[in-house]
């Protein structure tokens, strides 16, 4: 697919002899609960191993990773996140193709199986508020496509176009620190449990092409996934609660639903704390990667009049680990 980035900054530092090499390479980090900026890589050259090693170790190691001054095709938009594991098909897609919207549809959809288009966009392409999918919306806290059984380890959003008057900012925050800082009492009272994750509506609460909304608990669709989760690349305990729309929704297995629900409002209060956040103000051509299995993400709404597109690929996760 052709795309084209406006406003990008001219001063990318290319490897040397055309590639990216650690000469370049820098590690800068937010200084807040998680994140770092990247610097030194342009992921239209080839990646050598040392800086792929690298980038790996920096993943690990911050959760969230930001590369400013990008301009990539979507091909090399896969490219990048393939350092970092194979792809994962876009989870939302299914829902689409099942009405029949048509796969080469540039504001809903990509040619490619693995690359989702984030954007504000209506049928005409002018910015909407509701587009059937994301559209302008507040986006709440979530991680993707926890409501598939083996969930996307990481997630890679690049930026094409962005509002010139704000909004539509994303956060991060930090699900290890959420899990070690609870309190006893809630650790003791979520050991072993598992939630449902409902798939009936996305982040920004919209139902699903085709779908119909759950009338009780019973009837929400979607895997079940322990409230705990071991990260499999650093051995450490997060909090998994994926998303949560409006009752019923997600809910804890075993559990009455009252009971589910004060649980539910315990932990998604003290994980969405902003001591766990940092939160990234984008410009065009920027791709920011960050890893599911611990961080969950936010998005505010965005303004109607401006346009916002992205272009998000997602990486091949591993069955979850009960914590």
């Known amino acids: 697919m052709t795309q084209t980035v406006t406003g990008v900054a001219s001063d990318r530092q290319p490897g040397i002899a055309g590639i990216n090499t650690l000469a370049t390479f820098r590690v800068a980090p937010t200084g807040a609960a998680l994140g770092a900026e990247i610097q030194g890589v342009d992921f239209s050259l080839p990646v050598s191993d040392e800086v792929k090693e690298a980038l790996r170790k920096a993943w690990a190691d911050h959760l969230v990773l930001l590369f400013r001054h990008q301009d990539i095709t979507d091909e090399q938009l896969i490219a990048a996140a393939g350092i970092f594991g194979p792809p994962h098909d876009a989870a939302s897609r299914k829902y689409h193709l099942a009405v029949g919207k048509a796969v080469d549809n540039k504001f809903m959809l990509s040619p490619h199986a693995s690359v989702s288009i984030i954007s504000n966009l209506g049928a005409d392409g002018n910015p909407v508020k509701d587009n059937g999918g994301l559209g302008s919306y507040e986006v709440v806290w979530h991680t993707d496509n926890s409501y598939v059984e083996v969930p996307p380890a990481g997630s ?30 809630l650790k003791r009272a979520i050991a072993g449990k598992s939630q449902v994750h409902d798939s009936t509506r996305n982040s920004a609460g919209v139902l699903r092409p085709g779908v119909k909304l759950p009338a009780r608990p019973e009837e929400v669709p979607g895997p079940t996934h322990p409230l705990v989760r071991i990260h499999p690349v650093s051995g450490r305990r997060a909090l998994y609660l994926g998303r949560r729309r409006d009752w019923p929704s997600n809910y804890i297995v075993g559990m009455p639903n009252a009971e589910s629900e004060a649980l539910l409002d315990k932990l998604w ?44 690929t997602t990486i091949k996760g591993e069955p979850l680990i009960a914590g």
């Open 269 to 312: 209060a003290h994980a969405t704390q902003p001591k766990y956040a940092w939160m990234h103000r984008w410009s065009a051509g920027e791709l920011v990667l960050w890893d599911n299995r611990c961080c969950m993400h936010y998005r505010s709404e965005i303004d109607v009049t401006q346009r916002r597109v992205m272009h998000r």
């Open 156 to 185: 890679m959003l690049y930026s094409l176009e962005v509002p010139q008057n704000g909004g539509g900012d994303t956060s991060f925050n930090n699900q290890y620190l959420a899990y070690e800082e609870l309190p006893e009492d």
